[in-house]
Each structure stands twice: as C-alpha cells, then as structure tokens.
C-alpha cells in the first residue's frame, strides 16, 4: 500500500518543484538584473557620500532627480533602489516573502508616481520640473498584476 502511495505522489512531488523563477516573465527577470545592481550602487553613493562630502551623483526615479545622494530627495531615491534590489534579490533566488514585498514595492512606486504627476509633488519639492505622466507606470501596473496572479503559485 506504501509502495502504492509512493509511486503515485513521487511525479506528483516531482511536478512541484518547478523552479518559482520560471514562473516570472523575461521582462521581470531583466529588470531583477537592473535592479539588484541599483540595489547595491544607490547605498554605496550614500556612503560615498557620507565619506567625501563632495560626491555628485546622478539620481533620479519616478520622477524625482538630484545630483546630491545626501539630500532628502537622494536618500529617498536610494531608499527606493535598495528596498527594489532586495525584492530583485527575493525574486531572482526564488524567497517566499519576496512576492509580498515585490507588491508592496509596486504600490509604493504607483504612489509616487502619481503623486509626482500632480501639482503637489511641485509643492513637495521632489520634482524639479513640471509634472508630467510617468512613464513607469507602465511597467509597474503590469507588474502588481503580475504579482498578485503569482502570489498563491508562490508559496
């Protein structure tokens, strides 16, 4: 009877172990690879920046753009690349609470891009030009829904 059981669940087990990698699109992959290079440079310019006080580096995302890592806005940008590279991270080495964070990442990045497309972002001085569509939401919308169809499969 054991015997049985075993060569009925054995494919079945076997079935189960699809690499959780395979189940993201190439583009989520490509942009895991983007991301978890930024994850790693962004805090590095903080650092830099903290070392040598007069490290100028270009920063900009969802909008928001600054030549200073150590301002407000070029430690919120970092902040941003590092929280992306650590999902990249879960992502790419197949963690389960990666799906989790990967959705909050894209809810906070849908936020600010709408926020930078109003006349408030101006107000708030993250934006140093008009504001404007935000071409990202074009990759992050997608990706929520992604996330969230992935999200049950995940785990």
Known sequence: MEQT???ILEPLLQEATIKKRQLL???I????WFFLLGGLVAPLLVVAGLLFNDVQASLALYGMETASPLSIVGLLIAALFF???????GLWWEKSWAINLGIADAI????FCVLLMTPLGL???LLTTTPSFRLELVALIPYLIKLQKLKPIWK
């Open 123 to 125: 107000s708030l001085e």
């Open 25 to 27: 699109p190439i583009w």
């Open 83 to 89: 929280l992306k590279g650590i999902v990249a991270y």
């Open 5 to 7: 059981e075993q060569l």
């Open 108 to 111: 906070i990045g849908i936020f």
């Open 29 to 32: 992959k490509i942009f895991c």
